[in-house]
Nanobody, 125 residues
Framework: VQLVESGGGSVQAGGSLRLSCEVT????????VAWFRQAPGKEREGVAA????????YYDDSVKGRFTISHDNAKTTVYLQMNSLKPDDTAMYYC????????????????????WGQGTQVTVS
């Protein structure tokens, strides 16, 4: 399994970025894919997740209404559209994937995911 993120960068507060995560190596349609972020000195936290097959999405309260997770079946790619960015959103962003049963209450927990991308930096000033 490979997860390859792209789309990070630097943006001013109030701006937007779209992150991409290409998922390969396993049946895409049955994956659960999530975006996490980790700021310096802080723990990695989940921001959004999606059941690819069921089109069900989950968001952390800190990003609800600003971030949107979506995907493209043909490209086996999951996106994170980030709008109204704030300096507090500055972090390394990682995508992660898992297959099989997931504890919905833990869907934004790192413990639910076995496969991780290398990360892409987002800086908001």
């Amino acid at each position: 399994v490979q997860l390859v993120e792209s789309g990070g960068g630097s943006v001013q507060a109030g701006g937007s970025l779209r992150l991409s995560c290409e998922v390969t190596g396993r049946t895409y349609s049955t994956a659960v894919v999530a975006w996490f972020r980790q700021a310096p000195g802080k723990e990695r936290e989940g921001v959004a997740a999606i059941y690819i097959g069921g089109q069900i999405t989950y968001y952390d309260d800190s990003v609800k209404g600003r971030f949107t997770i979506s995907h493209d079946n043909a490209k086996t790619t999951v996106y994170l559209q980030m709008n109204s960015l704030k300096p507090d959103d500055t972090a390394m962003y990682y995508c992660a994937a898992t297959w099989g049963s997931v504890n919905v209450e833990m869907i934004l927990s790192t413990s639910e995911y076995q496969y991780w991308g290398q990360g892409t930096q987002v800086t908001v000033s």
